[in-house]
């Protein structure tokens, strides 16, 4: 399946991509069904309430991930790329006195905030961790329509039987999806380098030219340009954050003090051969800071990985080489292609994988888009991608409260960290290595199978458990 760098990179809110995005995109899913003819509604029916229940990792970190309030603001007609963060309180409020919501094109419909979503803990949906049905009800409450969603992660929604097909495809070999018109049809890192190796090109040049195959050249370079300077903008507002995150952890913001002893140091001239790390540290921080208070971030590629390429890339552009517009893009595109790749062979989720797969897999992106802006070849590149991966392998989604804030800041932190020191060594190589990406990243995916579930953002295992005050 063919994975656009703008599904891998989508403009939205914290905290979570998978539970916070990716709630609001099915409630606006569901809406779009209601109106629809595409359901079996029976005569004289009319739809009067809503209700939604959540399950899995939905249901037992939805509070901390702000699923609920997702759920409420969707089925308000608010979608994830253009809700304002500083009115989603008043829109919330407004339902709650209200007791009803009224999205664009539709009637009000009955909605008790607190009753119509069900946090259901012992009921898992079969297909995913991140499961959630959805009701439409007539007057007198009984079901007139259900429809279950599945969010696989980094904003992805899916139904159940679009999630059964996509499960399906994965498993078919990319030269069977050439008919869509992908010049480059690559679904692993293998056929990745064959085809580079055949065509002389780049990395980014054929993700280039598969996206190319769907829009213009001068849409696919304003849309680029559009998301990094979302996740520049990011750095900056978190960099000007000030105060405690919410959610009851009381967690300090940090990254606009480190900015501030990292500027005066910079100032004074003083050498610190840790300046970089901190300088980069300090930019996923940023980033991640924002997201947990609910701000406007990138999935990149989920809300809760998202400081870890924005992160390089500014690393890049500050600390090795000045770089234009081009190389940016070319960062981006790279990147895309070893997240859509680790997507269709393995999982993206922390709910599926754990934390392996969120940060893991940013990582490995990150690496790899530094290689090619500074000049790797494929391999080199692939290498980097890589070496990012194999050393996130085995590690859980433990969110403490189930927020997004204790360990994942930090996390990206030192997922960009690794990101720059895999892309270092790769480039130092001629590119051979001992594991290939492919075998890494099925790896994860075995891994990930065989982790208990409370490590896998159910908040019921790990550090959200063996921290007293959580």
Same mark, same amino acid.
């Given at each position: 399946?063919?994975?656009?760098?703008?599904?891998?990179?989508?403009?939205?809110?914290?905290?979570?991509?998978?539970?916070?995005?990716?709630?609001?995109?099915?409630?606006?899913?569901?809406?779009?069904?209601?109106?629809?003819?595409?359901?079996?509604?029976?005569?004289?029916?009319?739809?009067?309430?809503?209700?939604?229940?959540?399950?899995?990792?939905?249901?037992?970190?939805?509070?901390?991930?702000?699923?609920?309030?997702?759920?409420?603001?969707?089925?308000?007609?608010?979608? $994830?790329? +253009?809700?304002?963060?500083?009115?989603? =309180?008043?829109?919330?409020?407004?339902?709650?006195?209200?007791?009803?919501?009224?999205? $664009?094109?539709?009637?009000?419909?009955?909605?008790?905030?607190?009753?119509?979503?069900?946090?259901?803990?012992?009921?898992?949906?079969?297909?995913?961790?991140?499961?959630? !049905?959805?009701?439409?009800?007539?007057?007198?409450? !009984?079901?007139?329509?259900?429809?279950?969603?599945?969010?696989?992660?980094?904003?992805?929604?899916? +139904?159940?039987?679009?999630?059964?097909?996509?499960?399906?495809?994965?498993?078919?070999?990319?030269?069977?999806?050439?008919?869509?018109? +992908?010049?480059?049809?690559?679904?692993?890192?293998?056929?990745?380098?064959?085809?580079?190796?055949?065509?002389?090109?780049?990395?980014?040049?054929?993700?280039?030219?598969?996206?190319?195959?769907?829009?213009?050249?001068? !849409?696919?370079?304003?849309?680029?340009?559009?998301?990094?300077?979302?996740?520049?903008?990011?750095?900056?507002?978190?960099?000007?954050?000030?105060? @405690?995150?919410?959610?009851?952890?009381?967690?300090?913001?940090?990254?606009?003090?480190?900015?501030?002893?990292?500027?005066?140091?910079?100032?004074?001239?003083?050498? =610190?051969?840790?300046?970089?790390?901190?300088?980069?540290?300090?930019?996923?921080?940023?980033?991640? @800071?924002?997201?947990?208070?609910?701000?406007?971030?990138?999935?990149?590629?989920?809300?809760?990985?998202?400081?870890?390429?924005?992160?390089?890339?500014?690393?890049?552009?500050?600390?090795?080489?000045?770089?234009?517009?081009?190389?940016?893009?070319?960062?981006?595109?790279?990147?895309?292609?070893?997240?859509?790749?680790?997507? #269709?062979?393995?999982?993206?989720? /922390?709910?599926?994988?754990?934390?392996?797969?969120?940060? /893991?897999?940013?990582?490995?992106?990150? %690496?790899?888009?530094?290689? %090619?802006?500074?000049?790797? #070849?494929?391999?080199?590149?692939?290498?980097?991608?890589?070496?990012?991966?194999?050393?996130?392998?085995?590690? +859980?989604?433990?969110?403490?409260?189930?927020?997004?804030?204790? $360990?994942?800041?930090?996390?990206?932190?030192?997922?960009?960290?690794?990101?720059?020191? !895999?892309?270092?060594?790769?480039?130092?190589?001629?590119?051979? *290595?001992?594991?290939?990406?492919?075998?890494?990243?099925?790896?994860?995916?075995?891994?990930?199978? =065989?982790? *208990?579930?409370?490590?896998?953002? #159910?908040?019921?295992?790990?550090?959200?458990?063996?921290?007293?005050?959580?």
């Amino acid at each position: 399946m063919f994975l656009s760098v703008f599904e891998v990179f989508k403009i939205g809110i914290g905290p979570s991509s998978s539970h916070t995005m990716g709630p609001m995109s099915a409630a606006n899913r569901f809406l779009e069904l209601i109106a629809s003819n595409d359901w079996p509604r029976p005569a004289g029916a009319v739809v009067s309430g809503l209700r939604v229940s959540l399950h899995g990792s939905l249901a037992y970190t939805g509070v901390g991930h702000a699923s609920d309030r997702a759920v409420i603001l969707g089925l308000a007609g608010e979608k $994830p790329e +253009t809700v304002d963060p500083d009115a989603m =309180d008043r829109i919330i409020g407004e339902i709650r006195e209200r007791g009803a919501v009224e999205p $664009p094109g539709h009637p009000a419909y009955r909605f008790d905030c607190d009753a119509d979503v069900i946090f259901e803990k012992k009921e898992a949906l079969p297909g995913h961790a991140n499961g959630m !049905a959805f009701y439409a009800l007539n007057a007198d409450g !009984a079901v007139l329509l259900r429809q279950v969603y599945y969010s696989i992660g980094g904003g992805f929604v899916l +139904t159940d039987t679009e999630l059964q097909a996509w499960k399906e495809q994965k498993s078919f070999p990319a030269a069977e999806k050439a008919e869509d018109g +992908t010049p480059f049809p690559f679904a692993s890192a293998r056929e990745m380098l064959e085809m580079a190796n055949r065509s002389g090109l780049s990395i980014a040049a054929m993700k280039r030219a598969n996206e190319e195959a769907r829009m213009s050249r001068s !849409a696919l370079d304003a849309g680029l340009d559009q998301i990094w300077d979302a996740m520049d903008g990011c750095i900056e507002r978190g960099l000007k954050g000030e105060g @405690e995150l919410p959610g009851g952890l009381r967690v300090k913001r940090r990254a606009g003090r480190l900015h501030e002893k990292l500027s005066e140091a910079r100032r004074l001239n003083r050498f =610190d051969p840790m300046m970089a790390n901190d300088w980069l540290s300090m930019f996923a921080m940023a980033v991640n @800071e924002e997201n947990a208070a609910g701000g406007r971030v990138v999935t990149a590629p989920t809300n809760g990985a998202a400081g870890v390429v924005p992160a390089t890339l500014r690393y890049l552009l500050e600390f090795e080489q000045p770089m234009g517009k081009a190389a940016i893009r070319d960062f981006l595109l790279t990147a895309a292609a070893i997240g859509g790749i680790i997507k #269709t062979n393995a999982s993206i989720s /922390g709910a599926e994988v754990g934390c392996q797969g969120e940060v /893991g897999s940013a990582s490995a992106m990150a %690496a790899a888009g530094l290689a %090619a802006a500074m000049g790797g #070849t494929p391999e080199q590149v692939e290498n980097a991608a890589e070496i990012a991966l194999e050393h996130h392998l085995g590690m +859980t989604c433990d969110p403490i409260a189930g927020l997004v804030q204790v $360990p994942c800041i930090e996390r990206n932190a030192l997922g960009a960290v690794k990101a720059v020191t !895999a892309a270092s060594l790769a480039l130092k190589g001629d590119g051979s *290595h001992f594991v290939p990406l492919d075998n890494c990243i099925e790896t994860m995916r075995q891994t990930g199978n =065989d982790m *208990h579930e409370k490590y896998k953002e #159910t908040s019921t295992g790990g550090l959200a458990v063996n921290v007293v005050d959580c």
